[in-house]
């Protein structure tokens, strides 16, 4: 037998004594006796199953067209959580609106759950990662540069920033009444192609990774929040997102155990991780069985679907004793091939604790689906297709986990969104947000001989991605260099004459890029894939453009500075005439309250970046990951 078969088998014999012992850990009145009671067995799966309520069309919208956010709890959505007894919901950006409305929001959702028959308070959660993932208001809350910017501190700081953002992180997010944060990250981007990861990682060493990943989870759990550990087994070399197809990574197992694994092991082994979420990603190399689609293609099983993956592995081979979520089933990498119904009972054999986005309830007739769905499943139970112990013990552990970090608000609203009011944001938050921003920018290459600017340099030409970091950026310099002119040219509806005639006046040109285009889960989720298309067309165009740009400006004998605004990878071939090459890991901005007449758009890159060019700070970041270099 080979290696991985013994292991395998290996792995099937702990996880009969797995059971056996957790069984008989159980207390008496919730260890499962063979015949559990169908009202026990649907409350079960119910506690299984976390929904979304982004959209939400009371007139019964087409379906799969509702695009009004649910920001209010109506009576129809309040009387699905009362009457299933589901056991959480995930919010986006569209649902939250302000700091009172946020709170009285969750408020009303966990009053519903105590109106159930179990009384279960819900799971609340949401993908609050920082950088490019938050659903937050970023003019609210405290988004932070993401976890690249923080992977770049790492040699300087340490894991300071890893704990400083996850305390904030946490305190914010209690405050508004969420308790569950789907980060962080613990990918190991070793894949420059990678388009659904990249900046949501901390880097490609995974020693780092798991370092700085479990320091920010265990700050935000000290603060009552709890944090899952993900993309289980790891989406750090994939060249597809699974949010539009389904990848494969065809590592051997040994690099699987030195890399994608080793994040989730290291933090396994210390006992402090409470969730872990599933990737839709195929593994041979842990599990080559295939599985029927709906079109009766035989495919690889992905993770998610995987007992040998999710049970033999994750439980029993490394010995995770928390909550397997699995990641949004309404991704392609799941429903492209698997109906609803399927993929659920499918995760569930696999060892799932809890079903992400199982079926869309955007609407009242689309809401009866829920009710069905749990019919369904009990079904599989009754069949034997689903085990009914297997079922109950994943509930409890869910409840166990409610009952340690889910506690029910006893203050009266006002002073619930009084309290958020003085958290979310605070001042000291947004300057530790901008001090990371600081001490993560790095300069890739090329001297400092012409910094700062206004002595040599009394004039820039920036051209940017688009109009609002036009601003962001103009408005950052006027701040720190105010006797510098500047211009601006947007990338998005690029004029070449215009831009020429801007830079025949500058000394020095500055250009902006993002790599790569925005994926689904930074716009929100799959609802917004018509949009991602686009941008990513344009992209492209503006990719050949940036190289013709640094080069007209050499020609011309004008000083070039290139700054990569995300994945830093990109400076290998676009930027290798230029001057002076930075690196911010991220382009967060927002218009500041009160000047909407007016805007002042600010972003923590764009002040960063303006301070180093006046020589008020210094680029001490260090690349995290490996790009080419003179």
């Not at 989406?235 to 040994?254: K, M, N, Q």
Request: charged fraction near 20%; hydrophobic fraction near 40%; proline fraction near 5%.
């Amino acid at each position: 037998m080979n290696p991985i078969g013994r292991r395998l088998k290996r792995g099937k014999l702990i996880s009969i004594l797995a059971t056996i012992i957790t069984m008989t850990s159980c207390s008496p009145a919730s260890q499962p006796d063979g015949k559990l009671s169908d009202t026990q067995l649907r409350d079960d799966l119910a506690q299984k199953i976390m929904i979304d309520l982004r959209y939400y069309c009371a007139d019964n919208t087409e379906s799969g067209k509702c695009r009004t956010p649910m920001t209010a709890l109506p009576d129809d959505l309040a009387a699905l959580i009362r009457d299933t007894g589901i056991g959480g919901v995930i919010l986006f950006a569209d649902n939250l609106v302000d700091i009172p409305q946020m709170v009285r929001l969750n408020r009303a959702m966990q009053h519903a759950a105590s109106q159930s028959q179990s009384g279960q308070p819900l799971f609340i959660s949401l993908d609050q990662e920082g950088g490019r993932v938050a659903r937050v208001p970023r003019h609210l809350g405290t988004a932070f540069s993401g976890n690249m910017a923080i992977g770049a501190t790492y040699l300087e700081q340490g894991v300071e920033y890893a704990r400083a953002t996850g305390t904030v992180l946490g305190k914010e997010l209690k405050a508004l009444g969420f308790n569950v944060n789907h980060a962080p990250t613990v990918d190991v981007n070793v894949n420059p192609n990678n388009p659904v990861i990249n900046v949501r990682s901390f880097g490609e060493d995974a020693e780092m990774v798991a370092e700085l990943g479990i320091a920010q989870m265990q700050a935000m759990q000290e603060q009552g929040v709890i944090g899952t550990l993900k993309h289980f087994p790891g989406h750090g070399d994939t060249a597809v997102d699974s949010h539009t197809g389904l990848p494969l990574v065809e590592h051997d197992r040994e690099t699987i155990d030195h890399v994608d694994l080793l994040p989730f092991r290291r933090a396994i082994e210390q006992g402090l991780v409470e969730t872990i979420m599933t990737a839709h990603i195929q593994y041979p190399a842990l599990d080559d069985s295939k599985l029927a689609s709906k079109t009766g293609e035989m495919i690889l099983r992905p993770a998610t679907l995987s007992r040998t993956i999710l049970t033999d592995l994750l439980r029993n081979e490394l010995g995770f004793k928390g909550l397997i979520v699995t990641d949004a089933m309404d991704m392609a990498g799941i429903s492209h091939f698997f109906e609803p119904t399927q993929a659920v009972i499918e995760t569930f054999k696999a060892g799932t604790d809890m079903v992400l986005m199982p079926i869309r309830l955007h609407t009242p007739e689309e809401i009866k689906q829920l009710p069905k769905l749990i019919d369904d499943l009990l079904a599989a139970v009754k069949s034997g297709e689903l085990s009914a112990d297997e079922i109950h013990l994943s509930a409890e552990r869910i409840r166990a986990s409610k009952a340690k970090y889910v506690q029910v608000d006893n203050q009266d609203e006002s002073a619930a969104i009084a309290n958020a009011e003085s958290i979310v944001g605070a001042p000291a938050h947004k300057q530790l947000e901008q001090a990371l921003s600081d001490a993560s920018l790095t300069k890739v290459r090329g001297n400092n001989s012409l910094l700062p600017l206004g002595q040599k340099i009394r004039s820039v030409h920036l051209v940017m991605p688009d109009r609002g970091k036009c601003l962001a950026m103009q408005q950052a310099l006027s701040r720190n260099l105010p006797d510098l002119i500047s211009s601006c040219a947007s990338l998005q509806g690029f004029d070449t004459e215009i831009n020429q005639q801007a830079m025949s006046k500058a000394d020095m040109l500055l250009v902006a890029s993002i790599t790569p285009a925005q994926s689904a889960v930074e716009r929100g989720g799959m609802e917004d894939m018509s949009l991602v298309r686009a941008d990513a067309l344009d992209h492209q165009s503006q990719q050949a453009l940036i190289p013709q740009l640094i080069q007209q400006a050499k020609q011309a004998g004008k000083a070039v500075t290139f700054v990569s605004l995300r994945a830093p990878y990109e400076v290998e071939w676009l930027a290798q005439d230029a001057d002076l090459v930075l690196a911010t890991y991220a382009y967060n901005s927002h218009i500041l309250p009160g000047t909407e007449d007016n805007p002042q758009v600010y972003g923590p890159a764009f002040e960063s970046l303006a301070r180093f060019l006046a020589g008020k700070i210094q680029a001490k970041g260090h690349l995290p990951v490996t790009v080419g270099r003179d």
